[in-house]
């Protein structure tokens, strides 16, 4: 039975561990509760001391197949008795071939889609500001507020969701600004999202294009069609239809950063086919491998046009990473999208039906299994309840339910996409729990 705790938290096991870690391990990393995993199946984690967790963050929104799933496992250990690497940059291998055949197959771009493999989000995003300003011949890139987009320089210099995240690493890559995203919970216009035309991209138009930087010089917009890290906020059909209207007007590449919201996690392959919306470019991680390292830079063939030995990665594309994307992909599209899309629907109605009668639920929003809860102090207000937040996050820890924060003040829950009604159900029961005892304590 999921969940089974046995032990308090951590369990002797897990805090030796944890202990050694300390030491040792570099400090940056945000450890929001003391979970130090043993073994996975589906969506159910199990800790060194033997305690069972349900599984809804699974690893940051990546184990998109479950834990270890046995298919997956398969093909990773008969390409592993192949042959480990070879570096797809330098050498052809079918799984590679294979793989960029399949993502042309589901990327939403019409006409030819062409994949540069690296090994991670942060990679797949520099190869999309690379290829942009590269294709373009243009220098400067708009991405959002509230936005997260990886830690390496060029990335980091277009995340815009923690200070922290920036903090002390400047001067990051100039030529990148930065727009109000559609938080529709939050309009600072007061719209709401079923009658707004997007007024909020405004900002690019008529303050960003006249004051800042020519739209002639802008390469890429770059744009998460849901916002992870920031808050599990999710940007109504018009804001991106409204973006990529404003893109082709100006000769702006469009670039969607799936690398959260992708790989059928919120009920379609890739988020932004909600909206119906053609992007240029494509970024992919995450769930695309099941948890093997994996990104992706899709992109309409005719941009990418740069010539050999401007970009490549050793590791990027690497053939056992390919094997279990190929296995991911083929369970994507035979059963798990579609369970993402419905078992998704029913966890938030869950969520949805706890506001009722719990006051510091502020907003229950999502797509499929990309669900995020906002914790208010005050609902006139909306004061963000941070630290009720993570008391949340961690009552429903040591209850066994394994969630994550996003942004200053919501809870995220990103389950492997295996996820089951009755684990669904399991998961609002627990939850509402965890904010019982919180608002209790208030
Ligand atoms: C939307 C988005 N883009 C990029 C990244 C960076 O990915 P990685 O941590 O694999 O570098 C993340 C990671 O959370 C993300 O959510």
């Not at 690019?204 to 010089?217: A, G, K, N, R, T």
């Not at 797509?367 to 906002?374: A, F, H, K, W």
Request: proline share 5%; hydrophobic share 45%.
């Amino acid at each position: 039975m999921v969940p089974n705790i046995k032990t308090p938290l951590p369990g002797p096991k897990a805090k030796a561990i944890i202990d050694r870690d300390q030491t040792v391990v570099s400090p940056s990393y945000t450890r929001g509760y003391p979970l130090v995993i043993e073994r996975g199946t589906g969506s159910s984690v199990q800790d060194v001391d033997g305690n069972l967790f349900l599984d809804c963050a699974a690893g940051i929104a990546v184990n998109s197949t479950g834990h270890s799933h046995p298919d997956v496992v398969r093909a990773i250990t008969e390409q592993s008795q192949k042959f480990l690497h070879m570096s797809g940059t330098d050498f052809y291998y079918e799984p590679q071939v294979r793989l960029a055949e399949e993502l042309a197959s589901i990327v939403p771009i019409r006409n030819g889609v062409r994949s540069f493999f690296g090994n991670s989000g942060t990679e797949a995003i520099e190869a999309c500001i690379k290829l942009a300003r590269y294709a373009t011949g243009r220098p400067n890139i708009v991405a959002f507020l509230g936005g997260f987009h990886g830690r390496t320089l060029g990335a980091l210099a277009l995340t815009a969701s923690k200070a922290i995240q920036r903090r002390g690493f400047g001067p990051l890559m100039s030529g990148v600004f930065h727009a109000p995203y559609a938080d529709c919970y939050r309009c600072p216009l007061g719209l709401r999202a079923e009658n707004c035309a997007a007024e909020c991209l405004d900002f690019i138009d008529h303050q960003l294009f006249v004051h800042l930087v020519s739209p002639d010089e802008v390469a890429a917009i770059v744009v998460e069609p849901i916002q992870g890290e920031g808050g599990y906020v999710v940007a109504p059909d018009q804001f991106l239809q409204r973006l990529r209207e404003l893109t082709q007007k100006n000769g702006i590449l469009l670039v969607a950063d799936e690398v959260q919201s992708g790989m059928g996690r919120s009920g379609k392959m890739f988020a932004i086919e909600h909206a119906g919306v053609e992007p240029d470019i494509v970024a992919i991680a995450k769930g695309v491998a099941s948890g093997l390292p994996l990104g992706v830079a899709a992109a309409r063939a005719d941009l990418m046009s740069w010539p050999p030995g401007a970009h490549a990665s050793t590791f990027g594309g690497n053939p056992v990473s390919c094997a279990a994307a190929l296995v991911t992909i083929g369970l994507l599209k035979q059963q798990l999208v579609a369970n993402a899309a419905t078992v998704g629907a029913h966890l938030l109605d869950g969520l949805k039906g706890l506001s009722d009668k719990h006051r510091l639920i502020g907003d229950v929003r999502g797509r499929g299994l990309m669900i995020g809860v906002e914790l208010v102090r005050d609902r006139t207000t909306k004061e963000r309840a941070t630290d009720e937040r993570d008391a949340v996050v961690t009552a429903a820890f040591r209850r066994g339910l394994l969630v994550l924060g996003a942004g200053k003040n919501a809870i995220r829950f990103s389950p492997p996409l295996v996820l089951t009604r009755a684990e669904a159900d399991t998961a609002v029961r627990i939850f509402d729990e965890a904010l019982t005892e919180v608002g209790a304590a208030r």
